[in-house]
């Protein structure tokens, strides 16, 4: 079942201001928590309640929502959406300050609030077969945020230190022999506060943009296949800001006439029962094209594999190719002349 628009979910518009979001919140919150309502339903109600908030209430999470819906919201390099996905959302349940102490806490990279490296993304390329076995370039189309020209990422004219983490981008929090630090709340990890944001960025530090990048694919890449390809994922803000890395996943076709295992081809030929009994040359068009010449045996048994050496999938790591196997077919003809018939008599009298 499709997830509904968190923005339904809170009843408010999506041009709502945070503290709309936050009124929302706190209402629905209350009306559906499972201490104060016990009607069927009222729990799932809530968990879609607070997973909703979790996202809109941050800056980040809802522009990338904005743009990209849940995947953008909840994502993964390694995941099922195309964007990062952190540990925070296994907590959104607990609410308040635990679900961004986890998050803080147990999730890594760009998701523990380093507001200096932007996002990982993650793109499935279709490409062909010969194109996978052989290599090719690619020109693709990335939707991704770049640091903003107009303010060079500092996302206003008039920057101030924060107050409440006094310029380190963390805040504190003591309990017992327990001390642990999570991304501070009023500027976001940034350390510093904008005054007058940018008009063209909004205060963010980064615009959105569909960049075109060009992919090269090596030679023996096979379905599930990722390409890591640095500096060209999200661009956070600050001016210090620097781009997330981007993660191509080959997406192989299927051939009518190869199929593959690892760096090995294997096809099937079909041969005359004649040529069978007799042996002799055959050829086989290869995948680049060409015909390959080999021997099958006299007395070919139909099901018989021939091997040739180095006609496969080149290896990724450029150490030779793997071999291509031909599985013989011997073909029995299902209609005869009366002359062949009158031969087959003959040769059936020899046997």
Do not use: W
């Amino acid at each position: 079942m499709a997830k509904k628009d968190y923005y339904e979910t809170l009843g408010v518009s999506r041009g709502a201001s945070d503290d709309e979001i936050k009124k929302a919140y706190k209402k629905l919150a209350l009306k559906y928590h499972p201490d104060k309502n016990k009607e069927e339903g009222a729990a799932d109600r809530f968990k879609e309640v607070n997973e909703a908030y979790q996202v809109l209430s941050d800056k980040q999470k809802r522009a990338q929502y904005d743009n990209f819906g849940h995947a953008g919201a909840g994502g993964s390099p390694f995941g099922r959406g195309g964007f990062r996905e952190g540990f925070g959302e296994g907590f959104g349940d607990l609410g308040g300050i635990f679900g961004d102490l986890f998050e803080d806490v147990f999730s890594s990279g760009a998701n523990r609030g380093d507001r200096s490296r932007g996002q990982d993304l993650i793109l499935d390329l279709a490409i062909s077969f010969e194109d996978a076995a052989f290599g090719c370039k690619k020109e693709v189309e990335i939707p991704r945020t770049a640091r903003c020209k107009k303010c060079g990422g500092r996302g206003g004219d008039k920057i101030i230190q924060c107050d409440q983490c006094r310029g380190t981008g963390k805040t504190g929090y003591s309990q017992g022999f327990f001390s642990i630090q999570q991304t501070c709340r009023g500027c976001g990890g940034r350390g510093e506060l904008i005054t007058e944001p940018c008009k063209k960025c909004r205060g963010e530090g980064v615009v959105r943009e569909n960049a075109k990048v060009t992919v090269t694919i090596p030679a023996g890449v096979d379905s599930g296949t990722r390409l890591r390809i640095r500096g060209e994922g999200q661009t956070a803000g600050g001016t210090g800001g620097t781009s997330g890395d981007l993660y191509i996943r080959c997406i192989v076709a299927e051939h009518h006439f190869f199929t593959r295992q690892g760096a090995d081809l294997l096809c099937n030929l079909n041969i005359n029962f004649i040529r069978a009994i007799k042996g002799g040359k055959v050829s086989v068009r290869s995948l680049a094209g060409d015909d390959i010449e080999f021997k099958v045996p006299n007395g070919t048994q139909s099901g018989s594999v021939m091997r040739i050496k180095d006609r496969g999938i080149p290896n990724m790591n450029g150490r030779g190719a793997g071999d291509l196997f031909v599985t013989i077919k011997v073909d029995i003809p299902k209609k005869l002349s009366s002359k062949q018939k009158k031969l087959i008599d003959e040769l059936e009298k020899e046997f």
